[in-house]
């Protein structure tokens, strides 16, 4: 199982942030935020966890991240005291707007994609502690489906199996296509251990899917490591916060109106009458001219 990040660890955690001249603590004090807010509820030993944390991280980053921590925290009814008082003296909690959950949910799939390995092994980590043990879990993937999902992988047919992801999952397609095609794996493991995949069948799914992972044994074993770690909680977490961000790009390339597409299919082969009447009426105006 994933352990948690704690506040002993606290000053290994910095030094991690800091490698190779690499600073990622803006993104760790907006994800750990995001997961905060996103669950109802805290036991104290996680609102100490999540203060000791940001306390730590806030002094350290850049004005636009405590501008988006402070936005977080300002529509959160138990957005720890200490925390605000820390960001109001720092002047950053005025004029705050809502921020609506598909904008946490696109923050938190973006972060998640655009992190390394080991920053995506602390998002998760931190999504265990941050899951709900009485929410609502994708239901297991039947038989079948695994079996179809083993057997896509097998071919190499990594549009057949972005599109029994994105139905088993309901994600989007732009999402189920990301997922398939990350070159590192961890969106898979989240994937498959969401849909309850035997561990053999992803590492088989692991080894032949994507040839930029199947051509590194040790990749292919970092990730079966991994898969046994993930808990079906933080996998169960991560999806429905790829729920969110589908559910933004849908409305985002929503039509206006229902038939728009069908409309404007109709209006490419058919030109409307009226403007063909018009053509016409201009043409003969112009042969009576003489061409003029």
Known sequence: MLRAVSPPCLDSLFDLACRNGVDIRPTLLRVLTDLYVQKSAHSSAEAT???????????????????????????????????????????????????????????????????????????????????????????????????????????????????????????????????????????????SKALGVPDHVFQRIAMFLNPAIGQSVERVHRLAQLYDEVTPGAAARMVSIWHGESARQRTAHAPLYWDDEQRSARSLANPAPRRLARDRGGQSAKIRSGGR
């Open 49 to 191: 966890q999540y203060v000791e944390l940001a306390l730590g991280l806030i002094d350290t980053v850049d004005e636009a991240t405590r501008a988006t921590v402070a936005a977080r925290l300002s529509v959160y009814r138990r957005a720890p005291a200490a925390v605000l008082r820390k960001l109001e003296k720092l002047g950053v909690l005025t004029g705050i707007d809502d921020t609506p959950s598909t904008a946490l949910a696109e923050d938190l799939t973006a972060s998640f994609f655009a992190a390394d390995p080991q920053e995506r092994c602390l998002i998760l980590a931190n999504l265990d502690v941050a899951a709900d043990p009485l929410a609502a879990r994708p239901t297991p993937a039947s038989s079948e489906t695994v079996q179809q999902l083993e057997r896509a992988a097998l071919t190499r047919n990594a549009m057949e199996f972005g599109r029994l992801l994105e139905r088993a999952l309901g994600i989007g397609h732009d999402l189920a296509g990301r997922i398939v095609s990350d070159s590192s794996g961890e969106p898979l493991v989240v994937a």
